[in-house]
């Protein structure tokens, strides 16, 4: 039954939740085949090229929300610093983006903490974007919490062509993780962008507690979204947070979760985001032959990542390319 699974996803048709809920089971189906199939429709769509974005913390802690797994929020006692929208010094962001496009990036985003920023935060966050369009070639993508219509509309024509906005995790576990907000607030803002017009990026994070059931169940979610980027982060417990004593996954169920989500969502770009580094070690770049096709470079919103020129030194030691920017 699984061979004949693997042999169906193989055609690039997807796979059904049954049958991903069979070859997410390590008792059910062996890894390697299963690997293998993910990175054979990986390597078909996409060829031997992987695409860099990055971002930067417009607006970091003084969150009122509490998810668990969330360093920024007001409520956990993590050591984040907080930085505020006014204290933003432009140029730098400016440079910022034109040396990562020099490097090979092809997208940009600016990501801001909290539910919904003040009008003069969102002025000021929309007056920079304006001015990125304007002096870069790099791509922007937004990731500034709910949308409304209105503001998505300005967003658009200050030249952002991706609105990034996470589910987190499966409707089903939502709840367990956060409190002060809902999934369908979620997709309430993913669906604005969307009526836009806007690209979709929107993931979520895996090693919290849910099930491997849960996870596929998330897959589905977003197959039915129909984004356009998938952000895979890997939970990186921070202390002082609800989930800093979560117990991490193991790296053949991390290769395994990616290697189903590439066999629900053959056409879609899997990007490697947070917390990989700590949750992988030395296997790290076993995820690009799962079924990952982009990662996320440079620093994350709280914690360090690694430089565009290391990932691409790593990138060739696997036979893999950074894929051409589109001017």
Not at 116 to 130: M, N, P, Q, S
Not at 238 to 258: A, C, F, N
Request: hydrophobic residues 35%; glycine residues 8%; charged residues 25%.
């Amino acid at each position: 039954m699984a061979r004949q699974i693997l042999e169906k996803a193989l055609q690039g048709e997807g796979i059904t939740p049954d049958e991903a809920n069979m070859l997410i089971n390590p008792a059910l189906v062996n890894l390697s085949e299963l690997v293998d199939v993910a990175n054979t429709l990986t390597r078909r769509r996409f060829g031997n090229k992987i695409n860099m974005c990055a971002i930067y913390a417009a607006k970091v802690g003084l969150c009122s929300g509490d998810c668990a797994f969330c360093a920024q929020s007001a409520r956990h006692k993590s050591n984040v610093m907080p930085v505020e929208v006014s204290s933003l010094d432009e140029n730098e962001i400016i440079e910022n983006a034109k040396e990562l496009w020099r490097s090979g990036v092809s997208r940009f985003s600016l990501v801001t903490s909290g539910e919904f920023l003040t009008d003069a935060e969102f002025d000021r966050i929309l007056h920079i974007f304006k001015r990125l369009h304007k002096e870069t070639k790099i791509g922007l993508c937004a990731s500034l919490g709910s949308l409304t219509l209105e503001r998505a509309t300005k967003l658009k024509d200050a030249g952002i062509s991706r609105y990034h906005h996470n589910i987190e995790t499966s409707r089903s576990y939502f709840s367990q993780i956060c409190s002060t907000h809902s999934y369908d607030d979620k997709i309430n803002t993913i669906n604005i962008a969307r009526e836009l017009g806007l690209e979709v990026c929107c993931g979520g994070i895996i090693s919290m507690g849910e099930t491997p059931e849960q996870r596929v169940e998330m897959a589905f979610g977003l197959k039915e979204l129909d984004v356009d980027c998938i952000p895979i982060n890997i939970l990186n417990p921070i202390v002082g947070t609800r989930l800093e004593h979560q117990k991490p996954l193991s790296t053949d169920e991390i290769m395994r979760t990616i290697a189903v989500f590439r066999l629900i969502l053959p056409d879609k770009t899997l990007r490697f985001a947070g917390g990989r580094e700590r949750a992988l070690g030395a296997d790290e770049y076993k995820g690009y032959s799962s079924g990952i096709n982009a990662m996320l470079v440079g620093n994350y919103l709280t914690t360090p990542g690694k430089t565009v020129e290391r990932e691409s030194l790593n990138l060739r030691m696997v036979q893999l390319e950074l894929q051409p920017q589109e001017s």
